[in-house]
């Protein structure tokens, strides 16, 4: 649980201080960039397809994870918004909520 709670803690780091920067530099204009890049069906378009999937699946195991009650769905609108911004803060709280387990981290409200 240490590794995975390290990996969670250096993740965020990372993503907020990229985020930072980039919108400092670049601006806060991510939809045009991402949307664009969609639509033209390269590399581009390829990586953001699978990040699409890849949060919205993240998106619906968080929200089943609360149970599909109004903060699982809070929780699930910010984590589609908010990527690993939002997951990874989210999962390092979850792994210390749980104590330290594993199967409870996973499961949230269905763990009993």
């Given at each position: 649980m240490?590794?995975?709670?390290?990996?969670?803690?250096?993740?965020?780091?990372?993503?907020?201080t990229v985020s930072i920067y980039v919108i400092v530099t670049l601006g806060f204009n991510w939809t045009t960039i991402y949307?664009?890049?969609l639509l033209k069906l390269d590399w581009r378009s390829q990586f953001n397809t699978d990040l699409l999937i890849?949060?919205?699946l993240m998106t619906i195991w968080i929200t089943?994870?609360?149970?599909?009650?109004?903060?699982?769905f809070?929780?699930?609108?910010?984590?589609?918004?908010?990527?690993?911004?939002?997951?990874?803060?989210?999962?390092?709280?979850s792994t210390y909520k749980a104590n330290?387990?594993?199967?409870?981290?996973?499961l949230g409200v269905h763990t009993s």
């Open positions: 240490t590794l995975f709670r390290s990996f969670l803690s250096v993740s965020t780091v990372l993503i907020f949307f664009s890049d890849y949060i919205s089943w994870r609360e149970g599909f009650t109004p903060k699982g809070l929780f699930g609108f910010l984590n589609f918004f908010g990527g690993a911004m939002f997951a990874c803060p989210y999962l390092l709280f330290g387990d594993f199967k409870s981290v996973l």
